[in-house]
């Protein structure tokens, strides 16, 4: 069958626009027109540009005269499950290029690095700056036109035990109920010869070990998955023709810091540096060591080539007709902000919704007190799950299928956790995962106690009126890998335990709570009684939520849409009873209008989310070319909360439920708020919304918003164009469920051309 009979464009006829000269035409838009160039210096690390590739990104900036750079790498937590970074570099040139009136700093997304110029009379230098996709290596490439005497200082504001202070506990785990005396331990520095290392091992109790003890899980502790026991994170520092130069003290931005400090022997016109950085859980440090001095040789032409298909696999360009470039900040945004998601496509750990590899000083974020470097809010070893998926939603329509893996690993590695935690408190089966929850799979421990626990307070719950009974989150993730199967035809035996598991603890808990309640397991009409439940963390101690209601529903029937390899025979009749256990969604009236309920029934409200729009997305229920539309409409247009809550910042959706419901100029107006730039130098370092600076579920939820307005589906149905502003042209190439990539140009009211896979389609 054609693919053209399978495709909708969502569009009513229109009368063509009068012809218009924009600056950034979508046929001119190129990805090196997307490029940040600064012309000046920055004032601080607050004025940094993101670089990085595989699992480490760097904060650069030139401060002056100096070349600095910040270094981050995935899963490099601490004993108190702070998310480290790995020191601070600082470059010196002299005479310094960077002295004089000509300077230049460039991120180039064509080949994934920063380059800085600069030229001070006769003394000029260009400097490379680039990571490794394919090996954890950060590289540092200097050319000047005459040789220059170079210093690299490696500076660590860890050279000695920092107490935690009031207020800078929100970094770890502890959050906010930290012991009288809480401790960042100091890392070891030294030379290695004519090199620096450098690296911060884990010992003695960690925030596991208090967590376990605090939820009353030491008899199954050794079941448990543990990633910070023996934690070893740091590198190893080298320039060839430097040598060591001693130690020197300093402060930057009220951290006090000590440098280790690497001199050029002679000066030159070319050097380079290498920081190879390492990771591992060990005992013994010196198997740590001898797995980082294992060679790792950088491929620069296999490391452009990754660039460059990434760069060609997806891309969105637009040109607004009203005058402004808005539709190219959009475009060039939405780029930015994946490459920013590229530099942790393979990381042990999922990019952290809260700042991902790209938090710098607090300072500069509007804290008022200056913590360290290490400090960002909401934790660095604890994910938010509702956060999370933001940040990996959007991989399923730019196509970066591969990167899904850190998000839907790290809920593998904590299933086992999730299961006993079913099992020692509730003595039932299935997979309990939590709202809040650390990299070893249980409850953060501030959270779980904010206040004093009542004695007989359920050990299985979180005492805490934002996340108590808030449970589904999980299964977003397990529909996540469902996605993946659906868009790329992915094998994801390896994740299907998570979904299932999920699913499991909903049937089981409730008819556990059920039997606890009275005589009867399900309702009068034999379903499931969903209650204590939670509409997100806004409408609490819920009966039958309709986010709750709505995920079951999705994954369940998702589940059986799989290809017969996946299921036995036994689990498909398992789910088919089980969808016919659900309760169904309610709706309600109001001002005369039919929306979709929170709930059938809840206690009081707690947060600002819009759970009654979670069928339009991410669950699919009601939308463009099924049942219902009017009613979700009447929802986005009419509920109070949603008219209330309705915001652009950080995690609001409300960008992508106007797209999905084809509302095409309020999409154009909530995609223009979520993604015009942060307002700091780097444009998508926006936050701190409602978590931190730079605030990837953000930047998140804007790229599924602009996705959705472009291409959507119904079943086997693609809609094109569902809710695209009549007054943008626009040029993208977009992935869609069955293996489609769909590329299509719609300039002046009209699709110039349209192609599947690459073959062209009718119009």
Not at 330 to 353: D, H, V
Not at 470 to 488: C, H, M, N, P, V
Not at 564 to 569: A, H, Q, S, V
Not at 695 to 724: T, V
Request: proline share 5%; aromatic share 12%; with cysteine.
């Amino acid at each position: 069958m054609n693919d053209l009979r399978k495709i909708t464009i969502w569009r009513s006829l229109m009368i063509a626009l009068s012809g218009c000269v924009c600056l950034f035409s979508v046929a001119a838009q190129q990805v090196a027109d997307y490029h940040v160039v600064w012309n000046t210096q920055s004032a601080n690390s607050g004025e940094s540009m993101p670089c990085g590739g595989g699992d480490i990104g760097l904060n650069v900036w030139v401060e002056n005269g100096d070349i600095l750079f910040y270094m981050a790498k995935s899963g490099t937590f601490d004993e108190n499950n702070t998310l480290l970074k790995q020191g601070r570099v600082r470059i010196q040139l002299s005479p310094n290029p960077f002295d004089g009136e000509t300077f230049r700093q460039e991120l180039n997304l064509e080949e994934g690095c920063v380059l800085i110029s600069g030229k001070n009379n006769s003394a000029a230098a260009d400097v490379r700056i680039w990571v490794d996709v394919f090996q954890p290596v950060i590289h540092v490439e200097t050319a000047s036109g005459q040789p220059l005497a170079a210093s690299i200082l490696y500076e660590n504001w860890r050279h000695q035990d920092r107490p935690i202070r009031k207020g800078e506990g929100i970094q770890s785990s502890y959050r906010w109920a930290m012991p009288p005396v809480l401790i960042t331990r100091k890392d070891e520095v030294a030379y290695e010869g004519d090199k620096i290392l450098f690296y911060h091992h884990n010992k003695g109790e960690t925030a596991f070990d208090v967590t376990v003890k605090q939820q009353g899980l030491e008899r199954v502790k050794d079941q448990l998955f543990d990633p910070l026991k023996d934690l070893a994170s740091g590198g190893l520092l080298e320039a060839k023709g430097f040598k060591p130069a001693g130690t020197t003290t300093g402060t930057y931005i009220n951290t006090d810091y000590k440098a280790w400090k690497l001199e050029s022997e002679k000066p030159l016109k070319k050097w380079n540096m290498t920081i190879k950085l390492h990771t591992e859980q060990t005992p013994d440090i010196t198997l740590w060591k001898k797995n980082l001095d294992k060679p790792a040789v950088s491929d620069r032409k296999k490391n452009l080539a990754w660039w460059t298909a990434f760069n060609e696999r997806s891309f969105i360009r637009i040109t607004s007709h009203d005058g402004t470039d808005k539709g190219f900040e959009l475009s060039r945004n939405y780029q930015l902000f994946r490459y920013m998601l590229a530099c942790n496509a393979y990381g042990q750990y999922p990019t952290k919704f809260n700042g991902g590899l790209f938090t710098y000083d607090p300072a500069f974020v509007g804290e008022t007190s200056a913590f360290t470097p290490d400090f960002r809010a909401w934790g660095g070893g604890t994910f938010t799950a509702q956060n999370q998926r933001l940040v990996y939603f959007p991989m399923l329509k730019s196509g970066d299928f591969d990167w899904m893996a850190p998000q839907l690993d790290f809920y593998m590695r904590i299933l086992k956790t999730a299961e006993i935690r079913s099992q020692a408190y509730w003595g039932h089966e299935g997979a309990c995962f939590t709202e809040q929850i650390e990299n070893f799979g249980l409850p953060n421990l501030a959270e779980y106690s904010y206040e004093e626990r009542p004695d007989k307070f359920d050990n299985g719950l979180e005492y805490n009126a934002w996340l108590e009974y808030l449970w589904d989150t999980a299964l977003e993730i397990g529909y996540l890998a469902l996605e993946k199967e659906r868009y790329a035809g992915a094998d994801i035996s390896e994740y299907l335990p998570l979904a299932e598991s999920v699913l499991r603890f909903f049937d089981e808990h409730y008819q556990y709570l059920a039997k606890i309640r009275g005589r009867r397991t399900f309702d009068e009409k034999g379903k499931l009684i969903l209650y204590p439940g939670s509409a997100c963390e806004t409408y609490k101690m819920a009966y039958n939520s309709t986010s709750t209601i709505a995920a079951l529903q999705t994954v369940a029937s998702r589940l059986l849409e799989l290809p017969e390899r996946y299921l036995t025979p036994e689990k498909r009749a398992y789910y088919e009873q089980f969808l016919q256990r659900l309760p169904e969604i309610r709706t309600r009236e109001i001002d005369g209008h039919t929306t979709i309920a929170p709930a059938w029934q809840w206690e009081r409200v707690n947060n600002v989310e819009t759970p009654q729009l979670y069928p339009v997305w991410p669950w699919g229920i009601y939308g463009i070319g099924k049942p219902g539309l009017d009613i979700a409409i009447n929802t986005y247009l009419y509920d109070p909360h949603a008219l209330q809550y309705r915001d652009h910042i950080s995690w609001h959706q409300d960008a992508i439920f106007a797209a999905r419901l084809g509302l095409a100029e309020e999409a154009k107006t909530q995609i223009i708020k979520k993604l015009q730039d942060s307002g700091r130098r780097f444009p998508t370092f926006w936050g701190p919304g409602h978590d931190w600076t730079p605030d990837h579920n953000w930047g998140g939820s804007g790229m599924i918003a602009l996705q959705e307005m472009l291409l959507q589906n119904n079943g086997d149905e693609l809609l094109l164009l569902p809710a695209w502003p009549k007054d943008w042209d626009v040029h993208f190439k977009l992935f869609a469920p069955n293996n489609k990539v769909v590329e299509c140009r719609y300039i002046n009211n009209e699709i110039k051309t349209l192609t599947i896979n690459g073959q062209p389609q009718p119009r």
